[in-house]
Each structure stands twice: as C-alpha cells, then as structure tokens.
Nanobody, 121 residues
Framework: VQLQASGGGLVQAGGSLRLSCVDSRRTFNNNAVGWFRQAPGKEREFVTSISWNGGITTYADSVKGRFAISRDNAKNTVYLQMNSLKPEDTAVYYC???????????????WGKGTLVTVSS
C-alpha cells in the first residue's frame, strides 16, 4: 500500500472541497479506508471510514451531514467530499488503510502523507 492524499487548499467558510486518496500500488481495494485529521496543537482524530465495497460508512459526529466518503475501486481511489466547511475543519487530512474489509480499530495500519485544508472565516 502506498497512499497519496490530495485536493486540499484554502476555502472560505461555507465552501466545498473534495479530497482524494490514491493507492499507487493498487492494493487497497479489499480494505477499509478512512480519513483522519489533525488540527494545529491537537491530536489526530477520526473523520470517516468506508468498507472495502463502499457498503458501510461511518462518520464522526462533527462532520455528519456535511462530509461524504466514497470510493472507486476501479481507480484505486477514495474520495472525501466536504461541504459547508467551517473554520474548525482546518487541519491536515490523512487517509489510512486497515488490513481488514471493515474498520476494525481506531488506527489504520497504513497512512498516507496528509493534505492541508484551511477554511477561512
């Protein structure tokens, strides 16, 4: 597994961004994938996860109804659509892969490099 997250940037509050997580080695199609984020001075926190076939998704309460995770296994890519962004969503966003078809722990086995999302007020 070799993950690369992209799509971060600067956006105004209320705006949208879509992040992508690509597995360049094309090995995560049978695995659960998730997004986490780490704001300045804070610990990394769970945002959302998706099962291997997209059938099960989970979200942190703070993003429910605003964020949506999806995946395209043909493209070895997982997406995070972020709408109605708030300044408190500002963080470095990381994708991670579990060695399981479903999220089975609080920490993925593999991590990609993060992408910075900055939401201005």
């Amino acid at each position: 597994v070799q993950l690369q997250a992209s799509g971060g940037g600067l956006v105004q509050a209320g705006g949208s961004l879509r992040l992508s997580c690509v597995d360049s080695r094309r090995t995560f199609n049978n695995n659960a994938v998730g997004w986490f984020r780490q704001a300045p001075g804070k610990e990394r926190e769970f945002v959302t996860s998706i099962s291997w076939n997209g059938g099960i998704t989970t979200y942190a309460d703070s993003v429910k109804g605003r964020f949506a995770i999806s995946r395209d296994n043909a493209k070895n890519t997982v997406y995070l659509q972020m709408n109605s962004l708030k300044p408190e969503d500002t963080a470095v966003y990381y994708c991670g892969v579990w060695l399981a078809s479903y999220r089975n722990s609080n920490s993925p086995r593999y991590w990609g490099k993060g992408t910075l999302v900055t939401v201005s007020s």
